[in-house]
């Protein structure tokens, strides 16, 4: 993948920040974008990239986030769709604006992203887009319908737009990771841990992973790792997908 350059949104830390590392180790150039702006610039620094900070919840800092790579690199040939937050309440309470955020940065910029960057990757014949989804995309819980409306959408958005770009050489595919051990999760676990009164270890264990056969969090490099091969040219027949790193949660 010499001399490829990369989008990685929400690369500041957890998934986004372990992929950004394994495309660099792979002699991509990676732009890292992300609203930590300190975080982002060490993360970029580190990796020897280049950073920018977006909104994404805002279609101004979608197209900026592409103008600036394009007039840095002069071309894009990979994008990963990863940024997101969780918010956790009952429909009831759920707040709207907080809804619309959700769904802005974890669908619409998606969307946006892809639409910008397409006609550079199909002027080059060559494209590899990757939407980090979740479990989500495939199972529901109770109380996360802001991100588990957003992750389903995904799933459509990555299954639409690899049917458009097979015949120019763009592939589209979906990650669905359980719980990754990211800063976000990390939060949690705490939460669940008072709620409960129990330990992180049981919260992981007994009410996190109890659909799972394998009960322990997914590491962050273990997704860059796949995302890295579904970038390479050895994953050209690879497209519309979404690959499971359940643990064996949806096994049942």
Known sequence: ??????????????????????????????????LNEERGEIVAESIGGYFVLADLSQRIDCQT?????????????????????????????????????????MLTAPFLLTKYVWPKMKANGWGRIVNIASIHSRVASPF???????K???IGLTRTTALEGGAHGITVNALCPAYVRTPLVEN????????????????VTQVMLEPAAIKRLI?????????VFLCSD???AITGSDWTIDLGWTAR
């Not at 500041?12 to 495309?23: P, T, V, Y």
């Open 144 to 150: 996360k319908s802001g991100y588990v409306t957003a």
């Open 234 to 236: 050895a994953a050209s």
């Open 65 to 105: 986030l592409v103008d600036h790579t394009l007039t840095h690199h002069d071309r894009i040939d990979i994008l990963i769709n990863n940024a997101g937050f969780q918010h956790v309440d009952p429909i009831e309470k759920f707040p709207e604006d907080t809804w619309e955020q959700m769904l802005s940065v």
């Open 1 to 34: 993948m010499s001399e490829r350059v990369a989008i990685v949104t929400g690369a500041a830390s957890g998934i986004g920040q372990a992929i950004a590392k394994a495309l660099t180790q792979n002699n991509v150039k990676v732009i890292i974008a992300d």
């Open 188 to 203: 949690q676990i705490a939460e669940q841990a008072i709620i409960h009164g129990l330990s992180d270890q049981e919260v």
């Open 219 to 227: 590491s962050p490099e273990e997704v860059a790792a796949l995302v």
């Open 152 to 154: 389903h959408g995904l």
